[in-house]
C-alpha cells in the first residue's frame, strides 16, 4: 500500500527551491546564448544531464518498467522523451533569440491550462467541469494579451512573433507529453527520468549537427552557462521533483507553477535589465488566476490536509 503524501516544513522548501531555480532558467539560457547557437545550447543541456543522471540510474541497478513493456508502451516513452526534452528545448534556445527570458517564463504557466482539455478528451476521469472551463478561457485571455500584444519588449524585431510563437510550441510539447507519460506501465521514476534525457540527445544532437555545423568554440563563461543548464535546473531540479512527488505528492508539486514565471520576471529585470511593461503583470495575473481557478478543487483539498511537523 502506497504512503499517503504528508507535506512537511522541508516540503515547502523543496518547493520553493524548485520554483527559484526553473524560475531563473530562462534568465541563464539568454546568457548562455551569448556565446553558443541555439540548438547546441539544447545539445550541451540535455547531454550533461543525461551523463549525470545516467550515472545516478545506473548506480540504482539501470531499473526501468517493473514487467515486461509491450510495443504502445515504447513508443509512447520515446514520444515522451522527444517532446519532453528534445523539441521543447530547441523551441525554447531558438525562440529566446527573440523574445526575453521574463516572457518565456510567464509563457511556461500556461502548460497547466494546455493540459486541461487534452485530458478531458485523452484521461478517463479528467472532465472539463465548468470551473476547469472558465479558468482555461480566462488564462487563454492572458496567453492571447501576451503573444499578440505588447507584452515585453524583444530583442529581434523582425522574428519577434516567430520567436513568441516558438516558446508557445514549446509549451505544448511539455503539456502533451504530460499527458502521454500518464499512458506508460508501471515505471522507476528515476529510469523515466534518465532515459527521456538519452532520448532527447538521440534527436537533438544530430538536428544541431544537421543545421549549425560543428559545436562553436566556447569561451569559460559560456561553457559555465551551458553546464549550469544541464546539472542545475535539468538534472538536479528533476531528481528534487521526484522526492517532492513521492513525498508531498503531485498536487502540492503543481504549486512551482504559480512561482516559476513569477521569478523569471524577477530575474529578467534584475539580471538582464529587462523591461516590465504593464501588459505583461495583466497576463500574468490572468493565466496564474486561470490556472488557480481549474485547480479549485485540488489546491483546496492540499491546503485543508493535516501537515506532519519534521
Known sequence: ????????????????????????????????????TPFWLASGRIGFA???????WGLRGFKLFHDTPDRKAIQALIFVGLFSTAVPFML???????????????SMAAIALM??????????????????????CIGFVGVYMLIGGTALDSSGEN??????????????????????????????????????????????FPAALITEGLPPSLDAETLFWVALLGLVPTAAANLLRVVVIRT????????????????????????????????????LALILAGVALSQYGALKRLFSRPRRSL
Open 50 to 56: 543525461a551523463i549525470l543522471l545516467t550515472i545516478i
Open 248 to 283: 508531498a505528492g503531485p498536487v502540492f508539486m503543481s504549486l512551482v507553477n504559480y512561482q516559476v514565471p513569477i521569478w523569471s520576471v524577477v530575474f529578467g529585470a534584475w539580471i538582464l535589465s529587462e523591461d516590465l511593461p504593464a501588459t505583461l503583470f495583466t497576463s
Open 159 to 204: 522574428r519577434e512573433w516567430a520567436g513568441r510563437i516558438a516558446v508557445l510550441l514549446a509549451t505544448l510539447c511539455y503539456a502533451v507529453s504530460s499527458i502521454v507519460v500518464r499512458r506508460l506501465p508501471a515505471i522507476d521514476s528515476m529510469g523515466l527520468a534518465a532515459t527521456l534525457l538519452l532520448i532527447g540527445c538521440v534527436m537533438v
Open 115 to 136: 493540459v486541461l482539455p487534452l485530458a478531458h478528451f485523452c484521461v478517463p476521469g479528467e472532465r472539463m467541469t465548468w470551473r476547469r472551463g472558465l479558468g482555461m
Open 92 to 106: 525554447l534556445s531558438w525562440g529566446q533569440q527573440y523574445v526575453t527570458s521574463g516572457f518565456t517564463g510567464v
Open 1 to 36: 500500500m502506497s504512503q499517503q503524501p504528508q507535506i512537511t516544513p522541508s516540503s515547502w522548501i523543496m518547493i520553493a527551491l524548485l520554483g527559484v531555480t526553473w524560475g531563473g532558467t530562462f534568465m541563464v539560457m539568454a546568457l548562455a546564448l551569448r556565446g553558443i
